[in-house]
């Protein structure tokens, strides 16, 4: 017994690809006999064929021979990156200027938090009434999913920025660009990218939503159309799709957070 | 300043009655408001919350239909709404849907994290769903959730136990891999009962990130719930919020929103306060303030 845990819990190069390569063989078996042996209106099989028709050759028709599916990923694409830089620019000079001016951070921080902790899904109702159906209210949700976040870890990193530091910057007369240049930005900007990363996975919900929600379009638009006619295959496709939009956000706001944020340590 | 012949300094010059109880009462709200440093902020905090709710009611007055929630109009129909039914109800739904949730991912999410902390095996069968679940928008899969559970609170539920588990999950199993090592060689060498390792030691180590990955899935049960109260149209402060806003109600449907952001801001607090006053050993860096 305990010679067979040591087995599988070595670090030998066999045991580990082993388990990995066979755990992901037994999640594609499950999924594709789920498929074959439910009704086609409530599971599709991972390749699939016949009267079941399979989510990777779905995914494959989308992707390549579907001029119009392509066009709706651009347009989730053009919504997320819209709503996200806009709340990119506008969070993060805040946030350091609130490193800057204690009595501004005093004053806002706690209704920060609130807004931080507020789930803006709740809000989508309003902005449905307020603003309409078009392109610009649903950039405004994705605004309000991933503006917080950010603001939220940069005011974190304004709270984070040592007052000796500014003391000794003052003594030494520091000019006023060289304390934000060489002070204020280095310090907040890694609590910024820990925002950023959030926010990108708040901003992805938030785009899906605006989509299912709002007019619908791009690939909110297409789950639901496909959910509608029980194309599981259709549902099944655009789930991968935007699971993987998802990964490359992640991926790519990590990716700039070690680049930038190594220094400070803590991997969050 | 000049003194007198025997070095006192000149007394201030006498007051009338009135004028020394205006600037007595005035010393004392000076006091009051800013006396000390934390005196102060509380006062600019304050002021700036009146400040906001003030721009908000002129702005929205000024630019924005007449429809549109202001907050004196809130402020009017809060008590009616906290007291109709139909919003206890509501609110009742959600919480009770979310607490159930939360505890079903929790116990499930806690022995999954443990085992992939612990042992490797479990660890690396299944990194690949854990992660690429936590990373698939939970929204993205209520279609599917309600084709599989029928447009009733099951598919709510499962949706916030969709959201929840992962969160728990992967921060159980990095609490669960950051066990001090030399705690399980003490173990070893004294040839603890297995029940010891897991339950003393590596359970009661890693409950800091459990409780971390707990707030996380909080939030992300409530707001699991909300989608899924829309998606499908189930009685809940979601649903209550989005069918106030229809019907051009919002000053009514702003209480709904009030409400789940007191239920975050409570269980915020709540959480921030066990591990203050239960695990005060453990600070993580950003949740020292």
């Known amino acids: ?268 | 300043m000049t003194t007198d012949a025997i070095g006192r300094l000149p007394t201030e010059r006498p007051r009338g009655k009135i004028e020394a109880v205006i600037v007595r009462t005035g010393a004392f709200f000076a006091n009051i408001l800013w006396g000390t440093p934390a005196r102060a902020k509380i006062t600019i905090k304050v002021a700036t919350g009146f400040l906001i709710l003030f721009v908000w009611q002129i702005g929205v007055a000024l630019f924005a239909a007449n429809f549109v929630a202001k907050p004196i109009n809130i402020a009017k129909v809060f008590p009616s709404v906290l007291a109709d039914p139909l919003f206890q109800q509501a609110a009742w739904n959600t919480l009770a849907a979310v607490f159930q949730g939360l505890a079903v991912a929790l116990v499930a999410g806690t022995v999954v994290g443990i085992a992939m902390g612990r042992m490797k095996v479990f660890d690396r069968a299944l990194n690949f769903y854990v992660n690429g679940l936590y990373t698939m928008p939970m929204i993205a899969l209520l279609p599917l959730l309600t084709i599989w559970f029928g447009y009733s609170g099951d598919a709510r539920m499962a949706t916030i136990i969709f959201a929840a588990f992962f969160s728990i999950v992967i921060n159980v199993r990095d609490g669960a891999r950051s066990v001090p090592p030399e705690y399980l060689d003490v173990c070893k060498t004294y040839r603890a009962p297995a029940r010891f390792v897991w339950f003393d030691i590596t359970l009661f180590s890693s409950l800091p990130y459990l409780i971390a990955g707990f707030r996380l899935a909080a939030g992300r049960a409530l707001v699991a719930a909300v989608i899924a109260e829309f998606f499908v149209s189930l009685n809940g402060v979601g649903m209550f919020v989005l069918s106030n806003a229809r019907s051009f109600k919002h000053n009514e449907a702003v209480v709904g929103v009030v409400a789940l952001v007191l239920f975050g801001l409570l269980f915020e607090l709540t959480m921030n306060w066990i591990t203050r006053r239960y695990f005060p050993w453990y600070r993580r860096e950003g949740q020292s303030n």
């Open chain 1, 1 to 268: 017994m305990t010679k067979i845990l040591a087995l599988i819990n070595s670090d030998r190069w066999a045991v580990r690809w082993g388990t990995i390569v066979l755990s992901l063989l037994a999640g594609g078996l499950l999924w594709e006999s789920a498929g074959w042996s439910s009704n086609q209106a409530i599971m599709a099989p991972l390749i699939g064929g016949g009267d079941h028709p399979g989510t990777i050759p779905r995914l494959y028709k989308y992707l390549v021979h579907d001029e119009e599916y392509r066009l709706s990923l651009l347009q989730s694409v053009g919504l997320f990156t819209t709503g996200f830089s806009l709340a990119l620019v506008a969070a993060i000079p805040l946030g350091i200027v609130m490193a800057r001016f204690v009595t501004l951070r005093i004053a806002l921080e706690s209704y920060i938090l609130v807004l931080y902790v507020t789930p803006m899904i709740a809000l989508i109702p309003f902005i449905m009434s307020i603003f309409g159906f078009d392109f610009w209210p649903k950039v405004l949700v994705v605004y309000l999913f991933a503006f917080f976040p950010i603001l939220y870890n940069t005011l974190e990193g304004a709270r984070s920025v040592k007052p000796e530091m500014l003391e000794v910057a003052k003594s030494f007369r520091s000019s006023e660009i060289a304390i934000w240049r060489d002070i204020l930005i280095p310090y907040t900007l890694p609590y910024a990218l820990t925002g950023v990363r959030q926010a990108a996975g708040r901003a992805l919900v938030g785009m899906v939503a605006a989509e299912f929600l709002l007019s619908t379009s791009g690939l909110g638009e297409e789950l639901i159309t496909a959910s509608r006619n029980f194309d599981m295959a259709g549902v099944l496709a655009t789930i991968l799709v935007i699971t993987c939009l998802g990964i490359t956000f992640m991926r790519t706001a990590q990716a700039f957070e070690q680049k930038y944020a190594a220094w400070r340590g803590v991997n969050r």
